[in-house]
Nanobody
Framework: VQLQASGGGLVQAGGSLRLSCVASGSIVRLNAMGWYRQAPGKQRELVAAITRGTRGGITNYADSVKGRFTISRDNAKNTGYLQMNSLKPEDTAVYYC??????????????WGQGTQVTVSS
């Protein structure tokens, strides 16, 4: 299973970006998907996560992005999204996606995508 993240870029404060994370390979079932970010000199932190659900899944957000970011997924396309609005300079970081891949009854394996740079100018 491979994850490909895209959609990062340079944007002014107050602007928006939409990140995508496409899973490919021998996919059986993707459970939870998430977005993390890592700013220079800081630890990687969870931004948002979403479970696999029949009605879009249950979402969870870091306090710093609540009300500004929205995580979603399209199970048919094995793709996750992160809509980022009202961006702030402190959102600048490399953003990573991950997904838990379940095969049968075994423990799901977590896969990570490569990072995509998000830079917000003031």
């Amino acid at each position: 299973v491979q994850l490909q993240a895209s959609g990062g870029g340079l944007v002014q404060a107050g602007g928006s970006l939409r990140l995508s994370c496409v899973a490919s390979g021998s996919i059986v079932r993707l459970n939870a998907m998430g977005w993390y970010r890592q700013a220079p000199g800081k630890q990687r932190e969870l931004v948002a996560a979403i479970t696999r659900g029949t009605r879009g899944g249950i979402t969870n957000y870091a306090d710093s992005v609540k009300g500004r970011f929205t995580i979603s997924r399209d199970n048919a396309k094995n793709t996750g999204y992160l809509q980022m609005n009202s961006l702030k300079p402190e959102d600048t970081a490399v953003y990573y996606c991950n997904a838990d891949h379940a095969v049968g009854t075994g423990r799901p394996v977590t896969y990570w995508g490569q990072g995509t740079q998000v830079t917000v100018s003031s």
